[in-house]
């Protein structure tokens, strides 16, 4: 893995210094946030219990179809014309955000009226979706971080999201010895947004005396920019019900310790896709960049970026299975024992939604986003027809089968069908043998000894 991320490196060598400075100030801020928050909120499910935190996460998972809308999954076009254009950077900016709030107010109303059509079984879950809907009305500040990707300078970012999450963390603590309801703990979730927005915007009026009130709309950009996100923004909506669907399945057929018994097994399997984020996000600049040079060159710095990242898959996967019951005991208690299959199912997602997340940054820079929403609506009807066969008789076991099942088709597979993305899942077929290939180099070493 050393020697990919080296190579990787020293191909990019007049800038490499700084993309390192930008994705150590990520990783950092990310490792403390996964590891400080699996514990407070393995703390939390303990606290609450499988039948509360069932109803939590069923309340997160169902207010989460509708995050797509509020931040219109705009983040990579914002990024690419503000590397492109970054003189034009109020306009871009003021333009994002005009979009992002009429689209989290949008998704905040959709979220609690449709709730009331097909929502749970009662209404206190129902003001508990309400409560968690109110982060995406700040979801609005979110280009803030795109101007700081652009310009490679992302530690204000990892400031503003540990200012959030600190305030997170502290919160639920207090929350904790205080013996609150769970209420509380759905108010915070709603409520994290608003701190981090605040911090994203003390961080840029500071940074070179910029200030958001330079903002300007462009309605001549809006439509050009709505054509543009989206492929994206419908094809991200697709992500979030199929990763969610699950959850809310279970909690219309079954009782709420199943959803909270499911919840706590993909709560340790799924964090981990926070490293390939950091990663694309650093590397997207120079991704966009290389476009000019020859595609030999072009393809190969793909490949080690997809190698590099299924390495990664692998060390969490191979790393983790062997002490997964010990885990699910050590963080939740021997009443969240029975989720030990279903991490062990589920941790196999990462193989494919690593590959996945770096995929779609290529296919933004190539112009394909149209490629990727339909691999993501085709993945959620398998998604959605296949928890529907597996989960009544399988329960949260089914619901990992169908969502591992998805995950590889809507992240690789389908990308054979079209053409233009043929190229990039041969790469990805490539970077998931890695260890045929491994084994492969030490047996010709042998032969030649």
């Not at 981990?272 to 600049?285: D, E, K, N, R, V």
Request: proline share 4%; aromatic share 16%.
């Amino acid at each position: 893995m050393l020697n990919k991320l080296r190579s990787f490196t020293q191909d990019l060598a007049p800038e490499k210094l700084k993309i390192a400075s930008n994705t150590g100030w990520l990783l950092l801020s990310k490792i403390n946030r996964v590891i400080v928050g699996l514990l407070v909120g393995t703390w939390v499910a303990r606290y609450l219990g499988p039948h509360d935190f069932g109803v939590l996460e069923y309340a997160i998972a169902f207010s989460s179809f509708f995050l797509p809308l509020s931040t219109v999954q705009m983040s990579p076009v914002i990024t690419k014309q503000l590397v492109r254009n970054f003189d034009h950077a109020d306009k871009i900016l003021g333009t994002a955000f005009s979009v992002q709030l009429m689209g989290g107010i949008i998704a905040f109303f959709a979220a609690t009226v449709v709730v009331i059509f097909v929502g749970f079984r009662d209404e206190y879950s129902h003001l508990l979706i309400l409560l968690v809907s109110l982060k995406f009305i700040f979801n609005s500040f979110q280009p803030i971080e795109n101007w700081f990707e652009a310009s490679v300078n992302s530690k204000f970012v990892v400031f503003a999201s540990n200012i959030a999450f600190l305030f997170i963390i502290l919160s639920r603590i207090g929350l904790i010895y205080s013996h609150a309801p769970l209420f509380w703990f759905a108010l915070i979730v709603g409520g994290e947004g608003l701190i981090y927005s605040l911090g994203l915007i003390y961080f840029y009026n500071r940074d070179r005396q910029r200030s958001i009130f330079e903002w300007r709309t462009s309605f001549n950009r809006i439509q050009n920019l709505l054509k543009e996100v989206l492929p994206l923004c419908l094809s991200s909506t697709a992500i979030m019900v199929y990763s969610s669907i699950d959850q809310v399945m279970l909690g219309k057929l079954f009782e709420p310790e199943v959803v909270g018994i499911y919840a706590s097994a993909i709560r340790l399997s799924s964090p981990w896709s926070f490293l390939p984020t950091i990663i694309c996000s650093s590397l997207y600049p120079s991704i966009i960049a290389a476009k000019n040079l020859p595609k030999t060159l072009y393809f190969q710095r793909i490949q080690k970026i997809y190698d590099l990242l299924g390495i990664l898959a692998y060390i969490i996967i191979l790393g983790l299975i062997p002490i997964s019951s010990w885990l699910i005991q050590v963080f939740y208690g021997l009443q969240f024992i029975s989720a030990t299959p279903i991490f062990i199912i589920h941790i196999w997602i990462n193989l494919f939604v690593f590959q996945g997340i770096a995929q779609s940054r290529w296919i933004v820079s190539e112009g394909l986003q149209i490629y990727n929403f339909y691999a993501k609506i085709s993945g959620l009807i398998i998604n959605i027809f296949l928890n529907f066969m597996l989960i009544p008789f399988y329960q949260g076991w089914g619901a990992a089968i169908a969502t591992l099942i998805s995950a590889a088709y809507s992240n690789y597979i389908f990308f054979f069908l079209p053409k233009p993305t043929r190229t990039s899942a041969w790469l990805i077929t490539k970077s998931l043998f890695l260890p045929l290939r491994f084994a492969g180099r030490i047996a010709s070493k042998f032969k030649r000894v």
